[in-house]
């Protein structure tokens, strides 16, 4: 099944950038695959991605969606998109419409696959969903523009390596024969195919792997694919993840699930997905006997056996992974019909605490904020989910009229309780409560709760009532339909899965607190041959149910409850939902709550559902725990995994919003004294905090790197120590000047020596070697001469100091030529604007030379198509503004800069980045008002760009 969008005009595909080399990978019909280590932040070509079923947007989505504006999120949102294997969704980036080179649509489109369930995808269906995406994008390109027959570059992620069961070497692997395949199928079609595969992954590591696993594809079918010699550097790569494994969601995954030996013995297999481990462990089961025993011990809510928990952890959790589930990270379990009988919130890697507070340790459920995950195969593969503004209905105590069921006052007040707590926040209009007033008055009937459940869309249900299980062959009740059995009502009806999907849109979220509900019979933990869900005897319980018809989450108690911790749980439940909390997050406060008024009824709730799954009020933002420092970086245990997180650190700084700063200080006050004395280990944190503009402390740790004489400092050390000094020696007086009364002399004449200092620093460095960086850092100290001159009223010091700076900037825009310096543009940039600055107030803006602007904008143009990055991305709207002010047109021009810049910060949103381009504009802007006689319109528009540069550096 293909979803496959709308077409968009053709005059935006011709706008997506054209591979260069593809034509001649196809002609000796050989898939060019180039592996890049970098971040998607610039990615410019088509990108491939997979989702897992029922999985939020996280990690890659999350940044592609950004960059699509949104466009993920509300199909998302909307039910459209692919979850299941062979299912996928081709979005165009269409929001771009500028010919601009600088601003092409990035990525030019996105194809989003299919991958089924985590834990289930296979290699043969990672190929089929993979090759069924490129088709869909093939086509889409053919449809829009059919004389865009040549093969096209296509960018992919390590699809399927996030999750449990796929490495990095084998995605890659299964990537690329999954776009072989297709390429193969296109063959036949007057459709293109793809010339040339670029697989981006974030970490150096990982990247390496792909690579090793591409060669050895190449190796064993020389004629199918051609990979290149070694991993390409791109954007914001980093070395290796902190950890010592790789997962893509921010929760670990265990599953456990029933398998026969060749004995014939039932075994759980257990594997064990996290960022600490990825491994698999296979455990005998113990005695079924003893096993039911202890289940039905557990299922009982008179149960006060403190070690039960224990007992049950040690018998069921094989040792080797008894370290990693005695912690606290975040958990969902994946359980088969054999396994899910036991009660899993049970286990606990200790006896439970003899008294419960604030202060006691917590069961390993409640510190792990545990999630059940049903394995199975047979569920409705297109749900039509019931959207925000669908209703909630809480039904509470139906009437019965059986004496077989005694009244639940218990089950009234939590129900009354629950609505009153939506009902308050959400409007009384958007909750329907079924509820009887008062204890002893008579409650729904069957009749009532049907034809209302049925007649429009609920987005909740939560009932709180009796329950019964569903019916076995030994002890049927009814035939047919009816021994898939729930909620009891009046006259021998019952509420369940049936009548739920019957609805014309699923719930997202059902709370079932029913009595028995859950259960299982003790015969079938643990049960060999037929999964239950295939066999009417063997039926699923309720939660089972309403997962397989479409229900996102759902929560049943498996056993009878307490009155007062089940109102605690549900009432804490929805406190935290309504506070825009994810699923996992809200279901672990309220076992809390329910903890800590006693007994068993916090481990009774078994909870099914998308750890990240949100109410959606909408007032509310979504609050997502982040982990602590001390949990964020427990793995941290030598100098080396320091670096490490100091470098991601620092590249997250660049190219993410500001928040870093909290987790560096962290790093900085734990351990900068234990390893700071290394001179590697203080260079690093100087880079970390220049990144995140605190240069204070960036000049400290740079000036303790070039200090400490171990050689384990570079040479960029020094540079940058040289280029911060100037820099705060700048920024000090600019803040002095922006007082009333403005600099004083003295002010004036401490931030010259302060440069003076770094300038003979720099000259010491020149003379051991003049280099493209070295040159254009003492011409940057030029720059902030010719800064103080102009607070100092000394017209004839700024324009010498430019002058000086000019002539640095030409000298190392030369050694750049002479050495090919990819970086050369950088030099040749600035040495333009300070030629521009020279003429300003001579005779208008001449002396700019022409030449070397178009040289520079073919430089910029190829290096924005080839490796785009900030830079160079930047120095294009810089080009284009200083163009503006040579020929006096900003005013005109200023629109198209705007939104050229404001592009770009939808990619690299750091104040540290516009903070250079803030101060680079403010300098030249500056001097152009002030000295090139503009208008007042001109006047205007440069207060207007700088003005919208403050706030993103604010």
Partial sequence: MQNIEPSVPSHVLAELPQPQDASAADAGKRLKISIVNGNLQFVQEALLLGHYRDASL??????????????????????????????????????????????LPRPAGLIV??????????????????????????QRLAENAPDRAAPFVLAATLTGSGGLGIAAGQAARLVAEGVRDANLRLRLTDWPCVGHLRLIELYMDRSTEAWRSLKLLEQASPD????????????????RPLDSSYRGADYDLISAITQNDASGETNIVYTLDTRRARTEVRATATQGRLLTQLVKA??????????????LYQLLVPREMQPFLAGGSEMQIEVDSGTAGIPWEMLDSAANAPQRNANSPRPWAIRAKLLRKLRTGDFRHRVDDANREAQILVIGEPYVGDPRYPALPGARQEADAVAQMLGGRLGLASVTALVAHADGERGPDARRIVSTLLERDWRVLHISGHGEPPADEANPVGAGDDRLRGVVLSDGIFLGPREIGMLQRTPQLVFVNCCYLAARSGDQLLAAGTPAYDRPRYAANVAESLIRIGVKCVIAAGWAVDDEPAQKFATTFYERLLGGERFLDAVAAARDAAWLCGGNTWA???????????????ESSVSVREPSHDERY??????????????????????????STGRLQYLDTRFGKRWGSQGNVAEAFGRAWAAAKNDDQAVAWYAQAVSVGDGRATFNATDQLANLQCRLAWTALKAKAAQPGGASADDIGAARSRIGASLRLLESLLAVQRTVERVSICASAYKRIALTGRVAGDAAAESAAIGTMRDLYREAEQLGD???????????????AAELMCGMGADGASGFDADSVGRLRRMLEQQAHDEPNFWNISAGTELRLYESLAAQRLDSDLAAIRADFADLHTRVPSPGYWSSVLDQCDFVLNRYVNQAAASDAEKAAAAQLLALLGKWVD
């Avoid at 030598?638 to 590249?651: C, F, I, M, Q």
């Fill in 818 to 832: 002479a050495r090919g310096d990819a970086s050369t543009f950088y030099p040749l940039m600035n040495r333009l």
């Fill in 604 to 618: 009774a709730y078994q909870c099914y559902g998308d750890a990240n799954w949100t109410l959606d009020v909408a």
């Fill in 58 to 103: 996280t990690g890659v989505e999350r940044v592609v969606d950004g960059l699509m504006g949104g466009a993920l999120s509300t199909s998302i949102r909307l039910g459209r998109y692919p979850q299941h294997i062979g299912t996928q969704q081709v979005f165009v980036n269409a929001g771009f419409r500028s010919p601009h080179p600088f601003r």
């Fill in 224 to 239: 199918c694919y051609a990979i290149d010699d070694a991993v390409s550097d791109g954007t914001g790569g980093l070395k």
């Fill in 298 to 311: 557990a299922s009982n809510a008179d149960n006060d056996d403190a070690n039960l928990g224990l007992v």
């Fill in 634 to 659: 427990a793995g941290i245990a030598s100098a080396v995994s320091l670096v490490l997180a100091l470098e991601e650190l620092e590249t997250g700084a660049r190219f993410e919003a500001p928040g």
């Fill in 113 to 138: 696959v299919g991958l089924g369930s985590e834990g289930q995808l296979r290699a043969a269906d990672l190929v089929t969903t993979v090759r069924l995406g490129v088709i869909a994008w093939s």
